[in-house]
């Protein structure tokens, strides 16, 4: 699970941000937003600070906070008070593509 949670995490390109829940849907994991944190915790070398909470809020405090928000900043990433521009900087994953079920009848060609 969480291999799959940091390697969805490393697909935001700089300048852009996602939200844990976001992540969590991405991955296929649906309303896991906790174990994003989880997994944000658990790895180094993650760009940790392009995932924000709902509404693109910084989550952390003190320090923590600051530095996420100077990253995106040097990222060309706009606020308004705590919040990331989300119009402007949220990324959107590509939609998961529909797999096939197995157990579907396919069309041959009779010769």
Not at 21 to 45: D, E, K, M
Request: proline residues 5%.
């Amino acid at each position: 699970m969480f291999q799959r949670i940091q390697a969805t995490i490393r697909k935001i390109p700089r300048g852009k941000v996602s939200t844990y829940g976001a992540i969590a849907r991405a991955a296929g994991f649906p309303g896991a937003a906790r174990q994003v944190v989880w997994a944000l915790h658990s790895s180094n070398g993650l760009p940790w600070h392009r995932v924000v909470g709902a509404g693109g809020e910084i989550k952390l405090q003190g320090e923590p906070a600051l530095e996420q928000k100077l990253r995106l900043e040097s990222e060309g990433v706009s606020f308004s008070g705590r919040r990331v521009a989300m119009k402007q900087h949220e990324f959107h994953f590509p939609s998961p593509k529909r797999a096939r079920k197995s157990g579907r009848v396919q069309n041959k060609r009779r010769g």
